[in-house]
């Protein structure tokens, strides 16, 4: 009876320690787990998370920085251009302004010059003593007559410097063309306030009283102690053409 007590007493040990042993491995198994879940878990999140995190900054910093810089050109290109365009349409309408206003008033002060006062002279008819006066300060017949190469300086020379003078004198003078049959001669006439029109031939300042049809050096009145000599040619008188 001893040998099955201790049988009995040596089942009785293994199951026992087979029961503990099975009860703390169990035990630890789950302690082990539970702790190593946790800390796997724990440590797998932190280390996953900053991964993650570090990751996806950067990537999302680089899209971000290029969309955020693409945006940001084509609306300041925009607005620069925009902005640019006003201030450049501003000034250059302002400078054009300027400019075109001086150079507007200048042209038009210029030609409202020339057309309101024609070239700076005031002519008029000036009286029959004022063209004696005129003519007797006038140089014009002290000139000295020229027919050779086509004429250098004729009678139409005489009448166009005569006239000019007058002019610079304020005194409205005409030149006149007295035509012959083939040929014709160049005098001078002023209209007078008080004597009408009356005519001079300006080689030498002597009145002239010019008709149709009459010869022209009988229609010259020369002064006392001159006379006004006949021409080898036909000087009749054909037409009178008096041009202001």
């Known amino acids: 009876m001893i040998w099955l007590r201790r049988i009995l007493i040596s089942v009785a040990v293994i199951v026992l320690l087979g029961g503990g042993g ?31 995190e570090e990751d996806g900054y950067s990537e999302g910093e680089v899209e971000g920085y290029a969309s955020g810089m693409k945006d940001g050109y084509s609306e300041g290109e925009q607005d620069g251009y925009l902005s640019g365009k006003a201030d450049g349409y501003e000034e250059g309408e302002t400078a054009g302004y300027i400019e075109g206003e001086a150079d507007g008033y200048e042209s038009g002060y210029e030609e409202g010059i020339e057309d309101g006062l024609g070239h700076g002279y005031t002519l008029r008819d000036p009286t029959y003593q004022e063209v004696i006066a005129f003519l007797s300060q006038d140089k014009t017949d002290e000139n000295q007559y020229d027919g050779s190469s086509y004429g250098v300086y004729v009678c139409s020379h005489y009448a166009r410097d005569v006239c000019d003078n007058a002019e610079q004198a304020g005194f409205r003078c005409a030149f006149v063309e007295v035509r012959y049959m083939d040929s014709g001669h160049a005098i001078i006439a002023f209209d007078t306030i008080d004597e009408g029109v009356v005519f001079f031939e300006p080689q030498n300042d002597w009145a002239v009283k010019p008709v149709i049809d009459k010869r022209f050096y009988q229609c010259v009145e020369p002064e006392e102690g001159y006379y006004y000599e006949e ?9 009178i053409l008096v041009i202001w």
């Open 22 to 52: 099975y009860f703390l491995y169990d035990n630890a198994y789950t302690s082990g787990e539970s702790s190593g879940y946790d800390t796997g878990y724990s440590e797998g999140h932190e280390t996953g998370y900053l991964s993650g």
């Open 231 to 239: 021409p080898d040619y036909d000087d009749t008188i054909k037409d």
